[in-house]
């Protein structure tokens, strides 16, 4: 019926969703699509193995605990990672994904994560994880095996079951490609070949490592055959990409004839008594058919080539094999395998039988003897990566063991100690060459000044020279010497201060009360005291500074120079170059050229060097201490020193070969030269070359020290100035205070004196108002006038005068009245033609706010 699925098509064929199909004669043939439907492939994927659910927060925690002295962290700390690991192999384990890529990263994840507990971690000593229960991956209805097995197995068991079931994933999803564009043909290809390097790990772990027992997929045998199936998958989707490219038929008979003898071997291995019954009949059908019709595509090809080649009897020989080898394949492959290709090798022999009948008359000889196909292998086992995500992160990387600090700390000294000698070896005989170049004065254009010279030199210069130097020491000198302006201005406004306030006591006497500034200037004195202690402690250092520069001056001036200033110092040999043959400079400079090269290239080879005398991470030793559990640890130091460093050496000694066989050259070639003296002494060149070197170290000395100390001496003159200010302002304020103390008391004093005076009231008055005042004279003649109320109030008002306003005389002075006494002086007051103006109360509403020091000078 339309639209149902038939009952009498093979199991397999319904596996994999084939549908059937009517049977295609010759005259449809050219109407074969590129549908889906034409090309299946009848990929074999194999199952993941399954398991059971397993709580490990229990298992893990008694684990740690049961290990703690030989860890570096505490087991409270561990909780969050113990819940993440057990939530690891949930995902990876039980969860069912329909998303393939998912489920393997999840996979991936959770090997990773046990690969590295158990390199860290699990030690002979350390307590076993047990209760993994695995199943067999053909286990149960959807089994390809003859029965179910099951088997409890330890964490080193449950790490190869992921790594089966990463490896089954692979294959999974290259069975699930399309195989409709280029794209999805080479991801096919490229997940089988990563698919079989799992599987190849395996068998060489599961062939060196003894375990009791296992399911039989986990058998050496069974994962050999795994992977043979893989990579034969693998060429097979090579062949189809070729195929559909429509390459050269030779090229195409090379990639099939492999095909077919990958699957010819399974064939064989499958059929074996010993592994024949594990087998369901399906997987042996697809073998068996794929090995029959990839020995029949090859052949087609090949006899596409005889025909190329006009080998007519052999062509005929061949596609008659192919057409045998189609039919057994067909007896053994689902309705729709292979069945473009297959229809071809049907049409290219029916044409070839009609050709020969009726042209050539070829007899068809013996097949046997025909020369083999040639094979050539495109695909290989793709060796397993680790980590297997990238993005991988342990959860226990804050857990490392003792032993592993231990080991990592002596390797980095022993590592660290031998590069320290190789590399000191490459600078002397660095040195060395460069003295004997630089003795050799071969041209003018050469600079005879040495190597070293040069440098530090250069060094300096680009430093500023000596006039840096100079400016610097002088800055230095500068700021102490303000410093010292400061602290004798602060103290000389202390003392002022202080004598002030004794004077202050001394006037008032019993009568002053507010703080002495013994008291209030101590917090200053004490910010002196400091300030003065910081500067002379960097004086002794600053004058071994300047006597270090007084003594070395003329040389750090003399590398200051340009470098052709440099040359008087150190002169060729006189008439060198006259001297010298034509021949043997033109080769003396070549061998020059070559110490220079080889001078870069240690320059590189010091930073390689020096880029590997770096501290080694602990978590990188793991895995070595891993690798050699077996070995002691100053075993696995050693052979770890030894790959680092090995390299390293051969370099050096090579380098060093080089440089003896260019000395030896170089001495060769200047035997040929004339014996001359030199205008300058060995003697006299070294006396200079060690003063410059001095003098280069002294520079160096100071231009790193200077910086810091002038940094010193700004800090300590901002203190300082921010303490002069707030002296200043301490010195204002309790001047101020000392100003209305006396003021107070001066007019304590004499508001005292004016209240034993008698008091009167005159008769005749001015109609103004008079206020009295006695600190204050008033500008004209008081008598007659009432004695002056107590400062600050307002007076009384006076009686009407008895004479008129507009009188130009005085009145006349009253027989009862008496002048008050005002003391010994007489004062004669103008005489005014009208009545005196009223006099005001000089600031009558002022009064002396608190200023910040105000409180200062009373008791509370």
Known sequence: MNGQKSRNRPLLARAFGIKQTNTIDSAQIQLLTNQSSAKQHCFLAIPVKSTVDVDLIKPLTKFFEASSTNLSVKIADLKTAIEAFNRLRSFACTKSSHDLQLHLSSVAEYYDQLTAFECKLITSLSPRLEGFRWKDAFDSGKSFLAKSHTMEVDITVERLAILFNYGALLSQIASSQQMHTDEEKRMSAKLFQQSAGVFAHLKDVMQHTLVKQCTPDLRAEILSLFCNLMLAQAQECVYTKAYDDKMNPAALAKISAQTAEYYTDLNKIMNLEATKSYWKKDWINVIAGKSYGFQAIAQMHQAQVNLENQEIAERMTRLKFASEQLLAAKRYLAEGCLRE???????????????????????????????????????????????????????????????????????????????RMEADRLNEHTELMEGIVASLGISEEMSPVPETVR???????????????????????????????ILADIEKTLDKEKRSDEELRQKLGINCHRLASNGLTEPFLKELAKTRTALTSTLEEDKLSKKKFGENWQSIETLSKPEKELYPLFPPRPNRLGDKTPEAMSFLLKLLDKAQEIKCERVELLKEINAKRTSTSADDMVPVVSQFKLCSDDNIIKEKVKEVCEPIKEEVDKSLKKQTMLMNDVEKWTTRFPAHTSSKSPIGKTHIEKSLAYGYEVFRELNSKLPKRIKHCHNLLDSLLRLQEKVNDFYFARETEKDELL???????????????????????????????????????????????????????????????????????????????????QIQMPQYGSPPPPYQVPYPNYTVGQTPWHSMGQHP
């Open 743 to 825: 003021r107070t008391y001066q007019q304590n004093v004499n508001s005292a004196s004016i209240s034993e005076s008698t008091s009167f009231t005159p008769n005749v008055l001015s109609t103004a108002q008079v206020s009295f005042v006695p600190l204050t004279l008033p500008p004209y003649n008081t008598e007659g006038y009432i004695n002056a109320p107590q400062p600050n109030l307002l007076p009384a008002p006076l009686p009407t005068p008895l004479y008129s306003t507009q009188s130009a005389t005085p009145p006349p002075a009253q027989a009862f009245y008496q002048q008050p006494n005002y003391g010994t002086q």
């Open 455 to 485: 440098r530090q030199s250069a060094e300096i210069r680009a430093a500023g020279g000596l006039k840096e130097l100079q400016a610097r020491l002088n800055e230095v000198s500068n700021l102490r010497a303000r410093i010292k302006e």
């Open 341 to 419: 290709i297959f229809l071809e090798i049907e049409i290219e022999y029916s044409t070839a039988m009609k050709e020969n009948n009726l042209i050539y008359q070829a007899q068809i000889g013996d097949f046997h003897a025909l020369p083999n196909v040639p094979k050539a292998t495109l695909v290989k086992a793709i060796p397993l990566s680790s980590p297997l995500n990238p993005a991988f992160k342990d959860v226990f990387s804050s857990v490392i063991p003792t032993n592993v600090l231990n080991i990592t700390q002596n390797y980095d000294r022993m590592k660290n100690e031998q590069l």
